[in-house]
């Protein structure tokens, strides 16, 4: 079955709002990494964790394994983090093998 | 410079007739992946591999095939294209024994 669940699956934010996105994951996992899809298509790596949080610039990513979580907050939206996130997560001893959350859509909007 | 590249960045094909897609990194990274990205899906791993010469079957492997001949290069291999492999596919790089992937910037295939 599905490891890794994303929610929500679409966001709208106007302008210089913030809001969190969130993956929940039904086994134990040994990190976790973001990323942006920009409109080319292309992965944008935003952040790595194995533990704890990471911060840069407006976005800012926790990674609880215990219980089995991670976050990405967005804060002081601009248009140009329009785009779709997805987390992805390695189960442990799951030999550098990731499981990609669904993404969330996230609109920016004027 | 991109450190993960694929080719071709599109490419049409027939029904039944064999397509190749390659991927070259620059990262020195032993592990090497192949991903499929569909509507309303995320990505999900096709094939990988730990370095020269290994491949391994990763979550779909069915109607793909993988040849990894050196340390840069990775390909995938639909030796009998179908429609359902319609589909952008991305190559990725990553250390061994680490996490963090790299990603290229994918392939559009469309099959007839």
């Known amino acids: 079955g599905d490891q890794v669940e994303q929610s929500p699956s679409a966001l709208s934010l106007h302008e210089g709002t913030g809001s969190a996105l969130r993956c929940n994951f039904t086994t134990t996992m040994r990190a976790v990494q973001w990323f942006q899809q920009n409109s080319r298509g292309s992965l944008i790596n935003l952040f790595y964790?194995?533990?704890g949080t990471k911060e840069n610039g407006r976005l800012k990513s926790t990674f609880n394994s215990k219980e089995s979580y991670s976050t990405l907050h967005i804060r002081d939206a601009q248009l140009e983090d329009s785009g779709t996130y997805f987390c992805?997560?390695?189960?442990?001893?799951?030999?550098?093998?990731?499981?990609f959350g669904q993404g969330t859509v996230l609109s920016v909007i004027p | 410079e991109a450190a993960v590249t694929q080719s071709p960045r599109n490419k049409v094909a027939v029904t039944g007739g064999k397509v190749t897609l390659s991927c070259n990194q620059t990262n020195n990274h032993n592990n090497m992946y192949w991903y499929r990205q569909d509507t309303g899906h995320g990505l999900r791993l096709i094939h990988y591999s730990y370095g020269a010469g290994s491949t391994e079957k990763g979550d779909i492997p069915d109607g793909y095939k993988a040849s990894r001949p050196s340390q840069e290069n990775f390909s995938l291999i639909l030796e009998l294209a179908t429609p359902s492999q319609t589909s952008v596919y991305f190559c990725a790089s990553g250390e061994v024994g680490g996490l963090e992937q790299y990603f290229g910037p994918g392939t559009r295939l469309t099959v007839l």
């Open positions: 964790l194995a533990s």
């Open positions: 992805a997560a390695e189960a442990t001893g799951g030999n550098n093998k990731l499981t």
